[in-house]
């Protein structure tokens, strides 16, 4: 997602939306490409190293990436249900402040975005960077 600037109270940095901030998503025609046989294998191997359990099948997922978006503010953290080794756990993750990305609504509310930030999902699940 490129930044753009719709008032004088708005910043661009690594990503992140200050401000009283409005996202629009890079419109630029590209071919639609499928998933590559290498990152259906890396994201197996993800999902065994973050769950401890092979996945029972493969499903197209339809990510709706909205045109444009409203900036809500910084994502202080993340709470998650998950399996892990046969078992519910429950999660929350605490973004350092360096770390934070940008939380995002759709145009019309219907969906929540996060953009940026500096972190990664591993085998021990959300890790700043």
């Known amino acids: 997602m490129r930044c753009h ?3 004088h ?3 661009c940095d690594k990503g992140g939306y200050y401000g009283k901030s ?3 998503r890079d419109t630029r025609v590209r071919n639609p490409v499928g998933a590559t046989k290498g990152q259906i294998e890396n994201a197996k191997e993800l999902f065994r190293d973050f769950r401890g359990d092979h996945p029972e099948r493969l499903a197209k997922v339809k990510i709706r990436v909205p045109k444009v978006g409203v900036v809500i503010g910084h ?3 993340v709470d998650y ?3 892990r080794d ?3 756990e429950r999660y929350r ?3 350092k402040k360096s770390s934070r990305p ?3 609504a759709s145009h019309d509310g219907e969906s929540l975005h996060v953009l940026g930030g500096e972190y990664e999902f591993t085998e021990r699940g959300i890790e700043d960077r």
Do not use: C
């Open 81 to 83: 249900t998950t399996m």
């Open 22 to 24: 409005v996202a629009r």
């Open 93 to 95: 993750h605490t973004f």
């Open 86 to 88: 046969g078992k519910t």
């Open 9 to 11: 109270k708005s910043k």
């Open 5 to 7: 600037r719709y008032n």
């Open 102 to 104: 940008t939380l995002a």
């Open 75 to 77: 994502l202080d953290g």
